[in-house]
């Protein structure tokens, strides 16, 4: 298991190159210490888990790993298929030029338009418009920002060496940081 900083384990998601909406998330406070836990997975992915902790309003620190290369029925039971909760991950946008811009504003207005005429669910809505902004992951989540949902538990047994790995490192990062805690 190779531990690196939370945003490289994003830019392997943005990177990921599979299909976008078949993401799944769960998320919530740590069980010990400061900041939150995040299992990110996909079928043709695998599974990744991160720890963070926001240390001021601009920043947020953390570290993550793969945790396994594919997503099986018995870890992907633990992670939400439907719900109310939906997750999207961007990448980078300093790439895209003013007509890109404008061409996907006037797309993403037509998808705006089209639902306010049609009878569809939120969750329709939400797909239709991170497909429009070209999402690379996107997808249902559980989570709970005062507690820790019962799939997140059950992960984080299911992967209890890295689960004490990398809440080892992410408290060597909250002490280096000198931060006694977050900010919320």
């Known amino acids: 298991m190779r531990v690196r900083d939370w945003d490289d384990i994003v830019e392997d998601v943005v990177e990921s ?6 993401w799944r998330a769960v998320a919530g406070d740590r069980a010990n210490g400061l900041g939150e836990d995040l299992y990110l997975g996909h079928p043709d992915s695998g599974m990744y888990q991160l720890k963070t902790y926001a240390k001021n309003p601009f920043e947020v620190k953390g570290v993550g790993s793969q945790v396994a290369r594919n997503l099986d029925d018995e870890i992907g039971e633990f992670l939400p298929t439907e719900g109310s909760g939906r997750f999207a991950v961007q990448g980078h946008s300093e790439d895209i030029d003013e007509d890109e811009a404008k061409e996907k504003a006037t797309e993403l207005e ?9 009878p569809t669910t939120p969750g329709d ?3 239709d418009v991170m497909e429009t902004l070209d999402s690379p992951a996107f997808g249902p989540m559980e989570y709970d920002q005062y507690d820790r949902p019962d799939g997140l538990d059950e992960l984080a047994s299911t992967f209890e060496e890295a689960e004490d790995v990398l809440n080892k490192e992410l408290d060597e990062l909250v002490e280096t940081d000198e931060v006694d805690k977050g900010f919320m």
């Open 110 to 118: 037509e998808v705006v338009k089209a639902h306010a005429d049609a």
């Open 17 to 22: 190159n599979v299909d976008p909406d078949g």
């Open 125 to 127: 809505f939400f797909d």
